[in-house]
């Protein structure tokens, strides 16, 4: 069984570019989440999408956005980029909404924004 | 606010048992994960715990006090593929169907021989 797929695994960028992430989940799964990992701030949730609908959203500017697809494939973007936001970009695939269910989490996309 | 707090770094000795600790303070809560991240890899989940008391998995055990905003993550038999960083993370939300995590900055262990 295929884990979660993210891509690109590693790019750079200059300030005040846009960037896009994409993130395929496990086969049959429905829910995605995105995470930003820092080494200051550790995990830091972005927003979380269900059947195609943003569930919830955290304490990010609005240059931070997503979406899911039919399919539950899922992409971040990130307009007007700052040095702030250099991190590893993290998603998680999970079967279910809620209750105690795992987060499968992909390898990551590392952003370097300069 | 949101605050989750646990050791920054731990160092133990191979065979040996080490807890690491996690308090939560948090406007609400639906359950307390833990994760272990091996540096340059993805997070994978060890535990989950809902209700008060002890989940035991093998060589790792996962405690909850809710009443006191506290968990440990016990960990038996240390091998030196466990020096890894140990992420508490809480669903601080009362509704369940959510999969938004509040993660602590990690505890990074160090197992020596």
């Known amino acids: 069984k295929a884990g979660v797929t993210q891509t690109p695994r590693y790019l750079i960028k200059t300030r005040g570019q846009q960037v896009t992430l994409s993130c395929s989940p496990i086969?049959?799964?429905?829910?995605v989440s995105w995470y930003q990992q820092t080494p200051g701030q550790g995990l830091q949730f972005l927003f979380e999408?269900?059947?195609?609908?943003?569930?919830n959203k955290g304490n990010f500017p609005g240059r931070f956005s997503g979406r899911q697809f039919s399919n539950s494939r899922s992409e971040m973007n990130v307009s007007t980029l700052e040095l702030g936001d250099s991190a590893l970009y993290l998603c998680?695939?999970?079967?279910?909404?809620?209750?105690?269910?795992?987060?499968?989490f992909g390898e990551g996309s590392r952003l370097t924004v300069l | 606010g949101q605050n989750i707090d646990q050791p920054t770094e731990m160092t133990a000795t191979e065979g040996a048992i080490v807890q690491i600790n996690c308090t939560y303070q948090?406007?609400?809560?639906?359950?307390l994960f833990w994760y272990q991240q091996h540096a340059g890899e993805a997070p994978t989940f060890l535990s989950y715990?809902?209700?008060?008391g002890l989940e035991e998995k093998g060589r790792f055990s996962s405690f909850l006090s809710r009443s006191k905003g506290y968990s440990y993550l016990l960990l038996k038999e240390l091998q030196m593929k466990d020096s890894a960083s140990y992420l508490c993370?809480?669903?601080?939300?009362?509704?369940?169907?959510?999969?938004?995590?509040?993660f602590g900055t990690g505890t990074l262990l160090a197992v020596q021989p």
């Open positions: 948090t406007s609400g809560f639906n359950g």
């Open positions: 086969s049959g799964h429905r829910s």
């Open positions: 998680a695939s999970s079967l279910h909404a809620g209750g105690g269910g795992e987060l499968f």
């Open positions: 715990n809902v209700l008060d």
């Open positions: 999408y269900f059947s195609e609908t943003q569930r």
């Open positions: 993370a809480v669903r601080a939300e009362y509704r369940g169907a959510t999969n938004k995590l509040i």
